[in-house]
């Protein structure tokens, strides 16, 4: 079977946001950030002009996806532990276990994810790409998308969607 792809690492597909992990004993890192870089890779056929997708098509997309991450607080929304409340006066509040976090709502972006690590960020990214690029170019069928989410350099969660059907 053959199959094409597309492999996208700019420079700009990068973002710098706040997070803490949860660990699976319960205990958490400080609240620190990251710069984080994204890399993208879509599998899919050729276009009748021998495309899988013109990457000056996609880059918007995705570069659209890290800026709205960019200079936020990443908060995992469906934590088991972890509550957050957006209240009246424009401020989150965000509950860990004994440890009570605030900040202004519009810096705030809670996910629905259970922990903010590169891998659920890479799985939300991916997901988010996916959805937003089928709604752009309806004829798009895409066969895989892998992608990465590096928070330090060489140190990067990866997510892979795969069409069913489709070799990997």
């Known amino acids: 079977m053959e199959q094409w792809s597309i492999s996208l690492a700019k420079e700009y597909f990068k973002f710098s946001a706040a997070h803490f992990l949860i660990f699976p ?4 890192e400080r609240l620190h950030g990251h710069n984080y870089r994204v890399r993208v890779e879509i599998a899919a056929r050729l276009s009748l002009h021998g495309l899988v997708l013109d990457f000056k098509q996609v880059k918007p997309v995705v570069r659209e996806l890290v800026d709205e991450l960019d200079e936020h607080w990443l908060v995992p929304g469906t934590h088991p532990s ?5 209240r009246p006066d424009g401020v989150t509040e965000v509950l860990y276990r004994g ?3 605030a900040a202004p709502t519009g810096d705030v972006i809670v996910l629905p994810i259970n922990n903010t690590s590169s891998e659920n960020l890479a799985g939300w990214v991916a997901r988010e790409l996916r959805r937003r690029l089928q709604a752009r170019f309806e004829e798009l069928e895409i066969a895989r998308l892998r992608v990465s ?7 990067a969660g990866v997510y892979t969607y795969q069409r069913d059907g489709e070799a990997p």
Request: no cysteine; aromatic share 10%.
């Open 82 to 86: 972890l509550t957050h409340r957006a």
């Open 99 to 101: 440890l009570f976090y």
């Open 25 to 28: 004993d319960g205990s958490s």
């Open 149 to 155: 989410v590096e928070e330090t350099a060489g140190q």
